[in-house]
Structure formats: C-alpha cells, structure tokens
C-alpha cells in the first residue's frame, strides 16, 4: 500500500478533523501517501483531491466542521456518477479509502469495496445511531452544546416560572435527546423510540408545581414531531404557559469536546491500521473504551437501541 485517500461525508460532526489528523499522521508515519478528497463522495466523482501531508492537518485538532468540507451526493448513488468515482480512485492510484461519516456514508464506503475497493470506515454523525460503537464521533461535543443551551434556558425559565420545551436533533435516534436531558436534568425526556405520553409529562408538570417548583425543561427529540406541537399539547392539559427553543444545527459545530478528539485520534490511527493489515469493508467503533472493528454491512444490518435502563433512570429522577 502505497497511498490512501481520505474523505468527510453526510452531516458535518465535531472531531472529523482530528480525525482526518490522526489517519493522515499515522500514515505517514508508517511511509503511506494521503490523498485528502473533498467534499465527500461527489468531490471523488469530479477529482477534488490534493496531497496532505504532516503539515496541513496542524492546528485543526480544536476545529469543528471539517477541513476536507462535506457534501450529500445524489449523483454517488446512480450508477454514472459512482463508476466515475470508483474510476477517480484507480486512476490516481489510491489503494485504500478512509471514510468518515454517518451510517449512509458508510453504505456507500461499501458499494465501493463490492468493486474492488479497500475501504474502512470511521464512524462520526451527532446522532450516535451507527451499530458496533458505543459512540460515534461528535455526538459528546453534541451533547454538551445541549446541555449548555439548557443551563442557560434553565436561568431564565426559573426567573420567569415558565416551562421550556427545548427541541434537539434526533429524526429517529432520542440519543441526545435521553443524554442532554439527564445530564441537563430536565423534567421530561420525550424521544422517537417511545410513544408520547401528554397526559403524564403534564402530570409531572402540574405535580412539581404542588411543590413549589419554578420551571421545567422538556427535551424533545425532533423525530417525536416537533417542539411546537408539544407545547399544544401541554398548554392544552396544563394551562401554562410554554416556550419553545428549537437548538437546530447549533448542536453540530463548535470545538470538539476532549472526549471526541481521544476517539477520532484512535480511531483514525486504528483505521490506517486496518488499511495496512489488507483488511476491507470494515469499520472502526469503540466497545467498553476499547477500540474496535465490524464488518460494514454486518454493522449496519444491526439496530443501535435505546438503553432502555438509561430511559428508565431518566423517569426515576425526575420524580
Ligand atoms: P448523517 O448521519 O450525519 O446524516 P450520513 O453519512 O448518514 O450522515 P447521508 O446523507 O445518509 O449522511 O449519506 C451521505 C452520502 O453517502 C450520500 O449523499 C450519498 O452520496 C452516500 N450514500 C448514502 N447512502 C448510500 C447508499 N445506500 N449507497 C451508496 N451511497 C450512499
């Protein structure tokens, strides 16, 4: 192996540029060239792709989003566009591909290795549901830009006697929903794996108000279907008034948290690792603080759970 590429694809995630810093520094370290590809799968099909080397990822470790930019590409997944990609990759020579990214990022990392393509891929979207990895990269930084948001929102709601309803990421994942609102300890967790239930978060509401409670923050997951439309809700049982904050793309930037920079720093270097052993079509995760690897498909065949112990305690502390 001579020289491998590396892209950033699907939403952006803090801790993708210690990533890109690790895998490129590893590689060179062990004599590989690497090719930074930009804008994810549609820069592959048009050769957006220039040489890194020690020096260009330095000083990028604290940066959030991504030095290589990111992109969804539509024309990856017909047929021209992605045998012009699998073609870009001969053509320059690149023996190995390192993808970052989120779960459809890595089905597309894939499709490549079905045609002869070494690839390995590193896990990183803010909504932690990629199988065979406890965390995904920049979920952490997620969810303490969450939790930020909820100290403030907390200060105001208490002076003002008010329940806040704060929307966070999560179509189909409550994962930093469950995480931020235990964390941020807020009154009700509401997240797309579990049915609502209006009648007892307004309970709960209407109950810490008996005991002289001044606020209540309610972490609403944008897949149970929007903080606006819970917020109806409760007004319509509890009669109070609501606010709603919905955090938005707010909870992907900032600088990654030291938790995400360890993980895309092992994972990187452990991704470059996989390429040098001749292994293909797998992706690095990390399991009880070890680092790992999966096959990519077997991987995503999985269904990344709720910890259902974890929602449990979320309900028993907010009593
Ligand atoms: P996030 O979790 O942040 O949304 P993601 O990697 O899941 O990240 P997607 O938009 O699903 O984001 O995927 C990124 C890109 O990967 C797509 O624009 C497309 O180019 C490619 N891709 C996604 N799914 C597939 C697939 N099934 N086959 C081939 N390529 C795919």
């Known amino acids: 192996m001579k020289r491998i590429g590396?892209?950033?694809?699907?939403?952006?995630?803090?801790?993708?540029?210690?990533?890109?810093?690790?895998?490129?520094?590893?590689?060179?370290?062990?004599?590989?060239?690497?090719?930074?590809?930009?804008?994810?799968?549609?820069?592959?099909?048009?050769g957006e792709i220039r040489e890194l080397n020690v020096s260009s990822v330095g000083d990028i470790i604290h940066r959030g989003g991504t030095i290589?930019?990111?992109?969804?590409?539509?024309?990856?997944?017909?047929?021209?566009?992605?045998?012009?990609?699998?073609?870009?990759?001969?053509?320059?020579?690149?023996?190995?591909?390192?993808?970052?990214?989120?779960?459809?990022?890595?089905?597309?990392?894939?499709?490549?290795?079905?045609?002869?393509?070494?690839?390995?891929?590193?896990p990183a979207t803010i909504d932690n549901d990629i199988p065979c990895t406890d965390y995904a990269i920049g979920f952490d930084t997620a969810v303490n830009t969450v939790i930020d948001a909820i100290n403030k929102l907390r200060d105001t709601a208490t002076s003002h006697e008010r329940i806040f309803l704060v929307e966070v990421m999560g179509r189909d994942s409550g994962q930093i929903a469950l995480n931020a609102g235990i964390a941020g300890g807020a009154e009700s967790i509401l997240i797309p794996e579990f049915e609502p239930n209006f009648d007892e978060v307004s309970e709960r509401i209407l109950r810490g108000r008996?005991?002289?409670?001044?606020?209540s923050i309610i972490i609403v997951a944008e897949g149970v279907g929007g903080a606006m439309e819970?917020?109806?809700?409760?007004?319509?049982?509890?009669?109070?008034?609501?606010?709603?904050?919905?955090?938005?793309?707010?909870?992907?930037?900032?600088?990654?948290?030291?938790?995400?920079?360890?993980?895309?720093?092992?994972?990187?270097?452990?991704?470059?690792?996989?390429?040098?052993?001749?292994?293909?079509?797998?992706?690095?995760g990390m399991k009880n603080n070890t680092i790992i690897e999966c096959d990519i498909d077997w991987a995503l065949a999985q269904s990344k759970e709720i910890d259902e112990e974890v929602y449990r305690l979320a309900n028993i502390l907010a009593i």
């Not at 004599?31 to 820069?43: K, N």
């Not at 948290?257 to 690095?284: P, Y």
Request: proline content about 1%.
């Open 6 to 46: 590396i892209l950033t694809s699907g939403g952006d995630a803090a801790g993708m540029n210690a990533a890109i810093r690790a895998v490129v520094r590893t590689a060179i370290y062990h004599g590989i060239e690497v090719e930074g590809i930009l804008r994810g799968y549609a820069g592959l099909i048009y």
């Open 68 to 122: 290589l930019l990111t992109a969804r590409s539509t024309e990856f997944m017909e047929p021209d566009g992605f045998n012009q990609a699998v073609k870009m990759l001969k053509r320059r020579n690149i023996d190995g591909l390192v993808v970052i990214g989120g779960d459809g990022s890595l089905r597309g990392a894939s499709k490549l290795h079905g045609q002869g393509i070494r690839v390995v891929g590193i």
């Open 230 to 284: 819970v917020s109806r809700e409760i007004k319509l049982r509890t009669g109070l008034d609501t606010r709603v904050t919905i955090l938005g793309h707010i909870q992907r930037g900032g600088t990654p948290t030291a938790f995400d920079r360890m993980l895309a720093s092992r994972m990187g270097a452990k991704a470059v690792e996989l390429l040098l052993e001749g292994k293909s079509n797998q992706m690095v």
């Open 210 to 215: 008996d005991r002289g409670k001044l606020h």
